[in-house]
């Protein structure tokens, strides 16, 4: 069993709010736009993390981090990029590997929207995490937790860290 706490769009902010949020989960994924080396170093030093990179991100984060990530954890397939879209709307770079074959969890940032939305069609789960920095339009800083367990996504929850500054 691992907790997971996912973020994304951060632009080179760490808010402090949210470790108190990240305290019980066993790893911290990203879903790209960290933004800085140093954002990813934090958050390296507080749990084992694993990151995308974003549009925003330059040479050095783009060669430290890939710009799609897939692997296993706990029994699920998971798939993070940072420009993904939505179901239905899938961005066309990954259309035709969501299609061929698709992952249980496909992660995605980007738009700074929430959202969790199940894909019956791909038998998938998207979330979007939303944005944990202050750069973009939304107005409330996202965070969502969640557990991985013998295959199973459970316990989902959406952190709201308050208002964008």
């Not at 933004?35 to 694993?50: H, I, L, N, Q």
């Amino acid at each position: 069993m691992k907790r997971i706490g996912l973020l994304s769009d951060t632009h080179s902010f760490v808010d402090e709010r949210m470790f108190p949020y990240l305290e019980s989960c066993d790893e911290i994924w990203h879903a790209g736009d960290i933004g800085s080396p140093e954002v990813a170093d934090r958050m390296e030093a507080f749990r084992p993390f694993r990151a995308v990179f974003g549009n925003i991100d330059g040479k050095e984060l783009r060669a430290r981090f890939p710009e799609d990530l897939r692997f296993e954890c706990e029994g699920v397939d998971v798939f993070i990029t940072h420009i993904g879209g939505y179901p239905g709307k899938y961005h066309p770079r990954i259309r035709q590997t969501l299609s061929e074959h698709p992952p249980k969890l496909f992660i995605c940032g980007h738009s700074h929207i929430l959202k969790v939305i199940p894909d019956k069609s791909l038998g998938l789960l998207h979330i979007n995490p939303g944005a944990c920095g202050n750069e973009g339009f939304h107005k409330v800083k996202t965070l969502v937790r969640f557990t991985l367990e013998e295959g199973r996504i459970k316990d989902l929850e959406v952190v709201e860290l308050g208002k964008r500054s």
